[in-house]
Structures are given as structure tokens and as C-alpha cells.
């Protein structure tokens, strides 16, 4: 009797202490952390948990392990600046417009949004989570216009570093914290993007590109590293058994759309590189890319480790991503920008530990990391935060509850447009070069987007449903303005 009354008075203790509580308070202690780790161009293929042999991610292999992985993940677009431009509002970053008055669609462009609309403001991911108990904190790469920077936006900057010193500062972050607040934590990785810097510095055609070459910094210090074939090892043997074979879909697309030539002569390095990179080299860039990848990767092990040894690893929602891919030497092409797979379908994960169950990978759903992101985290913050009604929380997913969710998904580019369906079908809208170029696409048929299929008389009724999808869902021709002040 005596073990149940104390029992009972401890547990009583415990609710008067709770009531004496704020609300808010309480809470707070029931909310996860949330950290949001994402790296820079790594495409969907890019971790070993996805199958490829050519690499080895452990840390993005545990995250997979312990979560869920999306394989039908894409960027909003596939370009640095706008994709993030995503990430801070929810909203298609085509949907700004410069002080010019031109549709962001590329990096200049969005570098170029001077304002944005008293809409955004409120509904932007730091409007809505300064709603809540969290805590805002953001370290890395921001790549952002000025209205959206993360200071603007209410997050507590941890550092600008995008390498080393960032996840050595969000691991100090996260072990040495003790407050009872919950916090959302957003650490923006560079890597593998410094294989940026191989094309630009073997074809050098601009001031800026000569000076790359010339002039070494981190970035192309890395690449040194990473480019750098392992000492013993002849060059026959390691094309032989080390470096990654050219990749499915390697030619040059069949009637491949005119605006991805106006993209390489806009940028002459890319046209130079398809040119003239010879098999050997293609293959090479590829080695390259897997070592940045696991480069990154080593970086976001750190941030694990952290979290276990914190105590709080079944208390924290984890999110991996990335901005957007790289073509990896597909249809002969390095860098980002386009339509293609490589450079669009991206990773994207989530783990829970206790709480998502593991191991899941879903083939089926369509998922926009940077759509969907604002209204997760709100989701698991406990507010019901929107931005653009075409997001939607990824919380019933990773429950695995039932539910409608889209058929189609719009991803925006400096070519053009697309429309990507839950059946496999991809309907492009090209436009860079001047006149419209439409394309359709499906991946199950011809995996590697080798050639279309536009004219083929049997897919004449979803060729016709998705250019619908595209032009009255995704891209309307009267689509607001989210940079105008008075909205």
C-alpha cells in the first residue's frame, strides 16, 4: 500500500507541476526538434542506399535506415537560387518577379527579387515557425535574395561556413544545448557541388572561369582531392575496375529540344565540355562526383553523431535533402538547369526515430522537398502553416495513413517547364530558345529519357491531360506576383 501511495503522489506532483506550467510550455516538450540537413546538386542516385555501387554514404544510408525514402522526389527547380528561394516560402520561386519585372526561373534572376508581398511575408517557413515555441537556426549556404535571408526570417545564424566549420558548430549546437525548447535547425551543406568547378576550370572562357583556373581556392581544393585517382593503381586498371562506367542515356538525346542548345551557348563551358570531354574524362567527372558526395556526407556523420550522443535522437525529426542534382555526364552533360532526371529528381528522406517507420521506400508518391517542407515542419510543430495550396504536409505519407494526394507535380527551369505524373509520364514545355518546344517524356517505357514520345498516337489522351495539368494547375498564364507589395 505504501509503494502505491507514493505511486500516486509522485504522479500527482508531476500534474500539479505540469498545471503550474504554461501552456505553451507544455507543449514545447512535446514537439520534436526538427533538423533540416541539405547538400547542394546531389541527385536522387547519389547515396548507396539507393543503389548505387559507385559510392559509399553511410550517414545518408542511416537516415534511410531509420526513415523513409521518397524516390520520386524533385526540386522545384534545378538551379541553386530559386530551389532556395522555395525553401524559405513554400511557393514556386517562377511565381517572383525581378525589380525588372522578369520571372525568376535561374540565378540572376531570383539574386534579382528586391520585395515581396505582405502574403509571403506571413506564410514565408520563419513567419510561421516564429508562431510557435521553436527556436530558428540557421548555419550554411543561403544563396538567397535579400528579403529571404534567414536573419530577415527570424533564424539565429550559426555561422556562413558551408563546410567544415558548419557542422562542427551544429554539433556543438546540439550537445551543448539545454533549454526545454524545441528547435528547428536548418544546416545547408556546399558539397557535391564543387564539381561545379571541373567543367569551368578545363574550359575557362570568361574572366571569372580564367580566374577559377588560375587561382585555387577551398572549392577547387576539394576537387583536387576528389579528382585525385588512389596511388598504386595504373590508369588501365582503374578505368578498368575503379572509376564509374558512362551512365544509361549517355548520348545526346534523340530530337533533342533546341533550348538545351541555347542553355550550353549561354554558358560555353557546358558546350565545351560536351564537345570535347572525351569517354575517359566523362567517366572521371563521375569519380570526381562520388568522392564530393562522400566528402558530404563524412560532414553530415558528424551532425549524427551529435544527435546520439545528445540523448535526443527519438526526440528529433530528421530531413535530407538537396537543392537539386546534376547531370553526371547524361545525354553528355555536367552541371544542372535542365529537365532531365539527373538534374531534377533529388533526394529526399525522413527519419523519426520510435515514431516513422523504418526502412520504407516509397516509389509511388510525388514529393516538391521545397513545397512540401514548410507544411511538414508546421505540421510536426503543431500549427497548420501554407504557403503555396499546391504543398502539402508529407506527415500522413510518413504515417503511412490513408489520403488523396497529387497525381501530377510542376518543376520550373531557366529552359522551360515540365509536368511529372504519378504514371511515369514527364510533359516538357521548352522555351529558352525562342519558340516552344513540347516534349513528352515516360520513364517507365524509356527510363533513361532517350527519346519522346509526343507523336506516338497512343498516348494522345494523357499528352492532352497534361499539358491541361500544366497550363491551368502549375504554370497558368495569370499566376500571381509574389513580389508585389500591395498583395
Request: contains cysteine; neutral net charge.
Amino acid at each position: 500500500m505504501t509503494q502505491r501511495f507514493q505511486r500516486r503522489a509522485a504522479i500527482g506532483a508531476l500534474l500539479a507541476t505540469a498545471a503550474a506550467l504554461p501552456a505553451n510550455s507544455v507543449q514545447a516538450q512535446k514537439r520534436p526538434n526538427i533538423i533540416y540537413i541539405f547538400t547542394d546538386q546531389q541527385s536522387a542516385t547519389m547515396m548507396s542506399c539507393a543503389g548505387n555501387p559507385w559510392l559509399k554514404t553511410p550517414a545518408m544510408d542511416y537516415i534511410a535506415d531509420n526513415g523513409v525514402r521518397f524516390t520520386r522526389a524533385y526540386c522545384t527547380n534545378p538551379v541553386s537560387s530559386p530551389s532556395r528561394t522555395s525553401l524559405m516560402t513554400g511557393r514556386m520561386a517562377c511565381d517572383f518577379t525581378t525589380w525588372q519585372n522578369e520571372r525568376v526561373h535561374d540565378n540572376h534572376t531570383a539574386g534579382s527579387i528586391r520585395t515581396i508581398s505582405d502574403q509571403v511575408k506571413n506564410t514565408s517557413l520563419g513567419a510561421w515557425m516564429q508562431k510557435t515555441e521553436y527556436e530558428l537556426v540557421y548555419g550554411g549556404k543561403t544563396h538567397l535574395p535579400k528579403p529571404l535571408m534567414p536573419n530577415v526570417q527570424g533564424f539565429n545564424i550559426l555561422t556562413g561556413d558551408e563546410r567544415d566549420d558548419l557542422v562542427e558548430k551544429s554539433a556543438e549546437f546540439i550537445r551543448e544545448r539545454r533549454s526545454d525548447k524545441p528547435y528547428m535547425m536548418i544546416v545547408s551543406l556546399i558539397n557535391p557541388h564543387d564539381i561545379c568547378y571541373m567543367a569551368i576550370r578545363d574550359f575557362p572562357l570568361t574572366g571569372a572561369h580564367k580566374n577559377v583556373a588560375k587561382t585555387g581556392n577551398k572549392a577547387t581544393r576539394v576537387l583536387d582531392k576528389a579528382v585525385k585517382t588512389p596511388e598504386g593503381v595504373s590508369t588501365d586498371e582503374f578505368y578498368a575496375t575503379l572509376c564509374p562506367p558512362l551512365p544509361g542515356g549517355y548520348e545526346i538525346q534523340k530530337d533533342e529540344p533546341k533550348a538545351i542548345g541555347s542553355l550550353l551557348d549561354k554558358y560555353g563551358f557546358r558546350r565545351e565540355a560536351r564537345a570535347n570531354y572525351t569517354d575517359r574524362q566523362w567517366r572521371l567527372h563521375r569519380w570526381a562526383y562520388c568522392r564530393l558526395t562522400e566528402y558530404v556526407d563524412a560532414q553530415i556523420q558528424v551532425v549524427l553523431d551529435a544527435i546520439r550522443e545528445s540523448g535526443q535522437e527519438e526526440n528529433t525529426i530528421i530531413i535530407f535533402s538537396s537543392d537539386h542534382g546534376d547531370m553526371d555526364a547524361t545525354h553528355r552533360l555536367e552541371h544542372k538547369s535542365v529537365l532531365y532526371e539527373p538534374a531534377a529528381n533529388i533526394p529526399f528522406m525522413v527519419m523519426w526515430k520510435g515514431h516513422i517507420a523504418a526502412g520504407r521506400v516509397d516509389n509511388t508518391h510525388l514529393v516538391s522537398n521545397h513545397l512540401d517542407l514548410l507544411p511538414t515542419v508546421c505540421d510536426y510543430a503543431g500549427i497548420n502553416g501554407k504557403a503555396d495550396p499546391r504543398g502539402a504536409s508529407l506527415r500522413p505519407l510518413l504515417e503511412q495513413k490513408k489520403g488523396e494526394w497529387r497525381k501530377t507535380l510542376g518543376v520550373d527551369a531557366e529552359v522551360g517547364a515540365m509536368v511529372v505524373a504519378e504514371d511515369g509520364l514527364k510533359y516538357c514545355r521548352y522555351t529558352l530558345a525562342g519558340i516552344e518546344e513540347n516534349q513528352l517524356l515516360d520513364l517507365k517505357a524509356d527510363p533513361y529519357e532517350t527519346r519522346q514520345f509526343a507523336s506516338d498516337a497512343k498516348y494522345a489522351r494523357r499528352l492532352k491531360e497534361l499539358r491541361e495539368e500544366f497550363e491551368t494547375k502549375w504554370f497558368p498564364t495569370n499566376r500571381i506576383n509574389l513580389s508585389k507589395t500591395n498583395e
